[in-house]
T-cell receptor, first 114, second 112 residues
Framework: DQQVKQNSPSLSVQEGRISILNCDYTNSMFDYFLWYKKYPAEGPTFLISISSIKDKNEDGRFTVFLNKSAKHLSLHIVPSQPGDSAVYFC?????????????FGQGTILTVHP | EPEVTQTPSHQVTQMGQEVILRCVPISNHLYFYWYRQILGQKVEFLVSFYNNEISEKSEIFDDQFSVERPDGSNFTLKIRSTKLEDSAMYFCATGTGGYEQYFGPGTRLTVT
């Protein structure tokens, strides 16, 4: 099941710089996308989301961009901080009869160096 | 900030035994979910539950699995006869009916 793909297993960034995490999807039925952050030994923490009718959503240091024609979304973190070091998952939700089901990507390990 | 809690944090069981994983949802949430993550793999949807019945289940969620909300507060996942391949982190998630779901810290299940 490769409906959501995060092709970069890891990303290393200097503190203060921008982190860009990418996600591609194949399921055209997804109408909502979410980013989660996960620290070791904890559950995924909801970070930010975007509806498929929008192309950008911003919340503080976090911005998600959606390119529906390319079936691509990205999460920008600026400025990056060492506390942002975690695994980041993108997830799609198809709504309708699959309203509750989130389909996750494999995750990208972000390391922010001081 | 309210959070989802799960018990136990780690469960070790022998193959063939029954296990019950417990979750306490955020108090005003009415939608409940179970996911699992096998080591090194993706987080996978198992089942969603609303109004005391299953809304949707994945093909992983076979007859060995069941869910219930026995007392109006806990939400449980039961695996009747565990197999080695059931070893994974099991995450409970809850929501208000919107797209966002809020996850608990997980239960690590080890089947030996």
């Amino acid at each position: 099941d490769q409906q959501v793909k995060q092709n970069s297993p890891s990303l290393s960034v200097q503190e203060g710089r921008i982190s860009i995490l990418n996600c591609d999807y194949t399921n055209s039925m997804f109408d909502y996308f979410l980013w989660y952050k996960k620290y070791p030994a904890e559950g995924p923490t909801f970070l930010i989301s975007i509806s498929s009718i929008k192309d950008k959503n911003e919340d503080g240091r976090f911005t998600v961009f959606l390119n529906k024609s390319a079936k691509h979304l990205s999460l920008h973190i600026v400025p990056s901080q060492p506390g942002d070091s975690a695994v980041y998952f993108c997830a799609g939700n198809a709504g309708g009869t699959s309203y509750g089901k989130l389909t996750f990507g494999q995750g990208t390990i972000l390391t922010v160096h001081p | 900030e309210p959070e989802v809690t799960q018990t136990p944090s780690h469960q070790v069981t022998q193959m063939g035994q029954e296990v019950i994983l417990r979750c306490v949802p955020i108090s005003n949430h009415l939608y409940f979910y179970w996911y699992r993550q096998i080591l090194g793999q993706k987080v996978e949807f198992l089942v969603s539950f609303y109004n005391n019945e299953i809304s949707e289940k994945s093909e992983i969620f076979d007859d060995q699995f069941s869910v219930e909300r026995p007392d109006g507060s806990n939400f449980t996942l039961k695996i009747r006869s565990t197999k080695l391949e059931d070893s994974a982190m099991y995450f409970c998630a809850t929501g208000t009916g919107g797209y966002e779901q809020y996850f608990g810290p997980g239960t690590r299940l080890t089947v030996t």
